[in-house]
């Protein structure tokens, strides 16, 4: 199970020193939201960021793109120290493009599925992903509360990946804390993202910690778990 603090979530101001909390409190990644101001209707960090943040922590940097034009990003974050990529499906017939680029680039390819987007839009790509994000909110801002509605997803891929023997993780991402982690880890979720409920906590280290134990504890309610799969 991966528990991943989102960056977003951080004190805007002290971003090195939260990257740094991150690390010490045991995460395992670092989420990364990479904004637009057009896929979304939000702004956050760009490459500079990263690579500023990067040389500080030993943790994975996930980097979840919501942006309209992610290619001319890809490199510029891998660069930057990135070590997961990740694009929306809602790009349409620009996914594969972007996949194969990030997969050229060297680091985990990640493809993400907004709530009202059906979650057979990501099938014909699975086979390629490292990473398959699935929204539980609407992107954009960290905060909202999750929408249950999309379990059913969570639980066709953790099907999907079953069956056909894939290998990608399931990452959630919005209005995760303990109660919801563990309803994703007993659809199939293995790797959590968590914004508010994690750094807003004085104590990072134990809501780490409990959140680790929580989706643990649920996954093994989750049919066929085993715990496969590595950071
Ligand atoms: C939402 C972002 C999330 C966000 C989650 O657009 O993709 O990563 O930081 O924040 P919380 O956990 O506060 O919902
Ligand atoms: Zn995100």
Redesign the pocket.
Known sequence: MIIAP????ADPGRLAAETQRAQRAGADWL?V?I?DGHF?P?LSFGPAVVQRLRPLARLTFDV?L?CSRPELLLEPFAKAGANNLTVHVELGDRVMTSLWKIRSLGVKVGLAINPPTAIGNVLPYLEHLDLLLI??????????P?IDETLPKIQQAARWRRERAWRYRIEV?????LTTAAECARAGADTF??????FHRRNLRAAVHQMRRVVQQAGRHAPHSKAKHTP
Do not use: E, K, R, Y
Request: charged fraction near 10%; charge should be negative.
């Open positions: 989102s960056l977003l979530a989420h939201d904004m979304v939000n979840h919501m929204m539980t909110v609407n992107p954009g801002f960290g905060g909202q999750f991402d919005g209005g995760i804390d993202v968590s914004g508010t409920a994690l």
